[in-house]
């Protein structure tokens, strides 16, 4: 059964970089021609696509945020990351990451936890 | 971008209600759309994919329909695990991916 796990800090401070890995077990990143992708979603509102990564390493950004993130995968320890450069307050979210589903492959079927990260001095 | 307008933002209703949610999209995006199921401090649940395929272990009373710019989520006799958010999201291409803005399903 594929798991998905987000890990890094809750707090990070304005115009510095949040960065969060996901980690993903039982079962491996270049088993499939998937997208693995980055969700979030601020406290008490809806969700909202960052971005997304092949595991050739093809990504797809959000035009909205495109500018400050990097998406990238690491196959050798079975794992993909986000970072979200110059964050303000704005920025404050819980952050998912999921994989696509085996046929709808730019819906999400498994999803990490979540880590709630916060945006402040 | 395809924007995703989900209605109603609140819906109240009873134990065995049937009930309905409808999502339009901004332009076709034929049956590429996903139905999520979002619990208080967890993340979301897929439900239907393809516009009106349940995806596996999900009850039956939940089902979908639509194509185009309309669809609908429908749950035929609303049951206590069913007071969540749902969430639609179009999946037409990566350009960009866009959820809608959710509906609240409370217990009237």
């Known amino acids: 059964q594929l798991q998905l796990q987000e890990s890094g800090p809750g707090l990070v401070k304005p115009s510095e970089t949040l960065s969060l890995t996901c980690d993903v077990s039982?079962?491996?990143?270049?088993?499939?021609?998937?997208?693995w992708g980055w969700i979030r979603q601020p406290p008490g509102k809806g969700l909202e696509w960052i971005g997304s990564?092949?595991?050739?390493?093809?990504?797809y950004y959000n035009p909205s945020l495109k500018s400050r993130v990097t998406i990238s995968v690491d196959t050798s320890t079975n794992q993909f990351s986000l970072k979200l450069y110059f964050v303000t307050a704005a920025d404050t979210a819980v952050y998912y990451c999921?994989?696509?589903?085996?046929?709808?492959?730019?819906?999400?079927?498994?999803w990490g936890q979540g880590t709630m990260v916060t945006v402040s001095s | 971008d395809i924007q995703m307008t989900q209605s109603p933002s609140t819906l109240s209703a009873s134990l065995g209600d049937r009930v309905t949610i409808t999502c339009r999209a901004s332009?076709?995006?034929?049956?590429?759309l996903a139905w999520y199921q979002q619990k208080p401090g967890k993340a979301p649940k897929l439900l239907i994919y393809?516009?009106?395929t349940l995806e596996s272990g999900v009850p039956s009373r939940f089902s979908g329909g639509g194509s185009g710019t309309e669809f609908t989520l429908t749950i035929s006799s609303l049951q206590p695990d069913d007071f969540a958010t749902y969430y639609c999201q179009q999946y037409n291409n990566f350009s960009p991916l866009t959820f809608g803005g959710g509906t609240k399903v409370e217990i009237k």
């Open positions: 039982g079962g491996s990143i270049i088993s499939n021609t998937y997208y």
């Open positions: 393809k516009a009106s």
């Open positions: 999921a994989s696509p589903h085996s046929t709808a492959m730019l819906a999400f079927d498994i």
């Open positions: 990564i092949h595991n050739s390493g093809t990504t």
């Open positions: 332009q076709s995006i034929s049956v590429w």
